[in-house]
């Protein structure tokens, strides 16, 4: 059987572990041909090997992208779209945080985050879209956060970048949609996901307690799964989401309810 996104092309940012991983995965696994991007070369190469000795030869490539830097940005893309014959699905996943309250936060980190998690979904579609004009319909994904549309005392620069890319994803959408392009776009919104990024709550507290920590935050009880997210890029991806554009998926066990 054809998969749900058999024939679309994707290029992931972030995608040597966590989100990025799982997402390519998933795709790859439904049919799509996938990029893999990430400032961990090594990381990307050992993804893309993995979903090619499960899905055959051909179907995942690995690329080096520092995505603060226009330059890679512009080989990487040329790269993946010799390499899978065209883009059609962008999926801006790479991100970071840095600890700190406003007065704590340093400057240079405060760069930094908005560096990596705004500036690369600007550049990552203003230079990718050259590419999926010729490769109709299309989809952006771009990963923000629950952190990016509720605040936190302690989370200045974190709240403030994801709430760029959920508001740079609908202007995105408008531009697509005013250009009268087929190529849409939209936000992920999760909430704590079991990903590396969980690492310094862990290594604070051992997993159990911290698990625990974060899932008493949650009115479902328990964090979500990369699974979760990649279920729902692998819809953003699929034309069974072509009515969707300019919109936010909350993956957040049920927190902007409350």
């Not at 990718?128 to 509720?150: C, E, F, T, V």
């Amino acid at each position: 059987m054809a998969g749900r996104v058999a024939g679309k092309k994707a290029f992931i940012t972030g995608g040597a572990q966590g989100l990025g991983a799982a997402m390519a995965r998933k795709l790859a696994d439904e049919g799509a041909k996938v990029s893999v991007a990430d400032i961990n070369h090594e990381g990307a190469k050992a993804v893309a090997a993995e979903i090619n000795a499960a899905c055959g030869e051909g179907v995942a490539f690995a690329f080096p992208l520092d995505v603060t830097k226009e330059d890679q940005w512009i080989y990487a893309l040329e790269e993946a779209d010799a390499a899978m014959g065209g883009i059609s699905v962008l999926i801006n996943n790479a991100g970071i945080s840095r600890a700190g309250n406003i007065e704590q936060l340093s400057y240079e980190d405060w760069k930094l985050v908005m560096s990596v998690n705004v500036d690369s979904v600007f550049l990552g579609t203003k230079h990718a879209l050259k590419y999926m004009r010729d490769h109709q319909p299309g989809s952006i994904i771009n990963i923000s956060s629950i952190a990016g549309l509720i605040a936190a005392h302690n989370s200045p620069v974190y709240n403030a970048s994801k709430a760029g890319v959920w508001l740079l994803s609908k202007g995105i959408a408008l531009h697509c949609a005013k250009q009268g392009l087929d190529i849409r776009s939209n936000s992920i919104h999760p909430t704590f996901i079991d990903t590396p990024i969980l690492d310094p709550l862990r290594q604070q507290f051992g997993t159990e307690v911290a698990h625990g920590k974060l899932a008493r935050q949650i009115p479902l009880g328990h964090i979500g799964e990369p699974e979760d997210i990649a279920n729902a890029a692998l819809y953003l991806a699929s034309d069974e989401s072509k009515f969707m554009t300019g919109a936010e998926l909350k993956l957040d066990g049920g927190i902007s309810a409350m």
